[in-house]
């Protein structure tokens, strides 16, 4: 029995945006993310969409547009909290510099610049960045040296 329909992975996540048409588009341009699904609703609202990068997988969607019955008031966007983050995303990429390059021309805004993580010769080694997109979402993206 396969735990996972074909073409996801057993973890993803959502983020919830103001604007998600925006922040679609501004995913693919910034780090690069590839649009895999978009749904619609009636009024032009993302009901679902999903975005890949490699094997990973996000959802992203508007904060209220399909959940207007108030079923879910916990989906908020950075912003909705004063910039607080209860979590982040982290994302292996081929090439960190070109990657950064890319991100900073889009807009994410640098809080952590391309640095060495070295864990020891017993573990890994990565050159890593940190950033947050326009709303405030933090994430991490990461290329492995040695490991």
Known sequence: MNPTPKGWPRISSSLYYEDPHRAIEWLQKAFGFELRL?????????MH?????????????????????????????PRDVGGKNTQNMMVYVDDIEAHHACAVAGGAKVID????????????????????????????????IRG
């Open 49 to 77: 969409s999903e975005l890949t990068y490699g094997e990973g997988l996000i959802m992203v969607s508007g904060k209220k547009d399909n959940h207007a019955e108030g079923k879910y008031p916990f989906f908020a966007s």
């Open 38 to 46: 978009k749904i619609e609703g009636d009024a032009g609202q993302v």
């Open 113 to 144: 610049p391309i640095s060495l993580h070295d864990y020891g010769e017993a573990y890994w080694a990565d050159r890593s960045y940190g950033c947050s997109d326009y709303e405030g979402h933090h994430w991490w993206f990461t290329q492995r």
